[in-house]
């Protein structure tokens, strides 16, 4: 919760809007070469040289993408910061820089921001990226993040969604369906807490997957990873709204076919506990959950004996031609259609 009222508190508007900027950006610092000028001016100014820019950009609204109830300010900051850089590493490119943008109620205290922006310097900190700019405004409906993140990539090593081929290796990093069951668990100690306020939930046992939800990391690990082991991916895409709905991006976008081997996906054990006790089948989790931020991506059957052994990623399934379609080929050997059914932002 945001209130504590054993806690002095202080009203933005005591600071003002530049005041505000100033007090939550003073410690973020300057880390990369290509930052020639951050916060403190009209516009931030950068030096790539001769690289490839991306730049992407997410909206993070209170009530749709997070729940401040069971989600701290520290740990909302860090995530809406890694989210993006996720979109970025998804292009085989290095994240260098960032801009926050922030619309807020009256009802948050400047202590409630600083958290917020704690977990914003974390995430700059451990990335390694640099924090340029951003904006500050009043909302009437909550909190809302903005971030948008740059980054460069060497012409020709950028990554698209479009280079798949049939008889192309299907590859995903680390295990799926986490997250949403992370969310599953918060959610139900929610409605506990509502109906008995002196209830304090044990999240001991499901560690694992809340960390998931509440604190993801990007897989810039698998970026270095892959060029060590002198492998380049085909096509790739991070994982946000579910491996179903991503495979079908990679397909239609790249104009080929897939069979997904049920068996293949990587599950971590306390997915299929938990799945189990709640009752929900952990295949479709791991299909429809979204928000794992897993890369997904397709290989070359060539360097195959690359990437056969190594713990950090999972062969899935392969690719076919467009008009044998999208399969999940189950335990039984049943091939049943791929359909993007992960969370939709603007279903009723």
């Not at 850089?85 to 994240?95: E, I, R």
């Not at 890369?295 to 070359?300: A, G, Y």
Request: proline content about 4%.
């Amino acid at each position: 919760m945001i209130e504590d009222k054993n806690q002095s508190h202080t009203k933005i508007s005591d600071l003002g809007e530049f005041g505000l900027i100033d007090h939550l950006t003073k410690n973020f610092k300057i880390t990369q070469s290509s930052t020639i000028k951050g916060i403190g001016d009209d516009a931030a100014v950068l030096n790539f040289d001769d690289k490839q820019i991306v730049v992407t950009t997410d909206l993070l609204v209170e009530g749709v993408h997070f729940d401040l109830s069971y989600m701290p300010l520290k740990h909302l900051g860090y995530k809406a910061v890694v989210v993006n850089l996720s979109d970025v590493y998804a292009m085989n490119a290095k994240a260098t820089q960032v801009t926050v943008s922030i619309a807020v109620s009256n009802r948050f205290p400047l202590e409630a921001l600083e958290d917020l922006y704690a977990g914003i310097e974390t995430a700059a900190n451990i990335y390694n990226i640099d924090v340029i700019g951003g904006d500050t405004t009043s909302s009437n409906t909550g909190l809302l993040i903005s971030v948008t993140a740059i980054g460069e990539v060497n012409a020709n090593e950028e990554i698209y969604r479009t280079g798949a081929k049939p008889d192309n290796l299907l590859v995903v990093s680390g295990d799926l369906g986490a997250a949403y069951m992370g969310l599953q668990v918060l959610e139900r100690e929610k409605a506990v807490f509502k109906v008995n306020p002196n209830s304090q939930p044990d999240l001991e046992p499901y560690n694992y997957i809340v960390e998931r939800q509440l604190k993801p990391e990007a897989r810039k690990d698998i970026i270095t990873l892959l060029k060590d082991l002198e492998v380049k991916p085909t096509s790739m895409i991070d994982i946000s709204d579910g491996l179903s709905s991503e495979i079908i991006h990679l397909c239609k976008q790249s104009d080929v076919g897939c069979d997904l081997y049920e068996d293949k996906i990587p599950l971590d054990p306390q997915v299929i506990s938990t799945c189990e006790e709640f009752n929900i089948d952990s295949t479709t989790v791991a299909l429809n959950g979204g928000e794992d931020y897993e890369l997904l991506f397709t290989v070359s059957q060539a360097d195959f004996p690359k990437i056969k052994a190594n713990p950090n990623l999972s062969i899935i399934g392969y690719m076919k031609e467009a008009k044998e379609g999208m399969h999940l080929v189950t335990r039984a050997d049943s091939r049943i259609p791929l359909k993007a059914q992960g969370w939709k932002n603007f279903n009723a």
